[in-house]
């Protein structure tokens, strides 16, 4: 084997791995996303009051807005 072929082999090797961690970063991040827009729509509708208090948190806003 002479510089070229083991230059190659290493350029290959570098794709592969790019490759793997491209597509593992992929799908951490669409985790993540998926995560935190449920905790944000989650917050959306307790503050406006379309599912319940948790833990005796109340943090419903309609109430004080039309006087309530």
């Known amino acids: 084997m002479d510089k070229e072929d083991v230059k190659k082999m290493i350029d290959k ?14 799908v951490i991040s669409a985790i993540l996303g998926f995560f935190c827009l449920a905790a944000f729509v989650d917050g959306l509708f307790r503050l406006l009051g379309r599912i319940p208090p ?3 948190l109340d943090v419903n806003i309609i109430p004080s807005l039309i006087g309530q």
Do not use: R
């Open 54 to 56: 948790f833990l005796g």
């Open 13 to 26: 090797s570098i794709e592969i791995a790019m490759d793997k961690h491209n597509k593992t970063a992929t």
